[in-house]
C-alpha cells in the first residue's frame, strides 16, 4: 500500500508544529520518523501534532501517534495534538494518549496551552 502522509514543519519560537496531512496508518512511520529527526534538529522544547480534521486514522497510525509521543516524551519535551475531530478525541483519550499529550480542538489553543 502506498502511504499518503505529507508532514511539514513550522517553527514558533520554541515549538515545532508538525503538520500532518494525509492518512495516517502503519505506512506512514518512514514519515514520521524523518519529520520527527528534523523537528529533533530544531531543538524545540515542545513539540504540537497538528493533524486534520477529517484525516483518516486506523489502528496503526495510533500506534505510530503513541510512539512518537513516547519519543517526545523520553526526550523531555511537552507535546499538543490539535485539529483532530471530536470522534478521534474520544478515541485518543481512551487508548491513553491524553497522558502523554494535551488534546486541543486548533492549533491557537495548543499554541495558548503550551505556553
Known sequence: MKE???IRLQQQADITIMDIRGDI???SESVFKE???Q???QEPSKIILKIEKYAYINSGGIALIIQTLYKIKENKQSAAIAG???HFK???KMVGIA???IICDSLEDALERLN
Do not use: E, M
Request: aromatic share 20%; proline share 5%.
Open 25 to 27: 496508518t502503519s505506512y
Open 84 to 86: 483532530v475531530s471530536p
Open 99 to 101: 497522558k502523554f499529550a
Open 4 to 6: 499518503n502522509t505529507d
Open 39 to 41: 523537528a529533533l534538529d
Open 35 to 37: 519529520a520527527y529527526q
Open 90 to 92: 474520544k478515541i485518543f
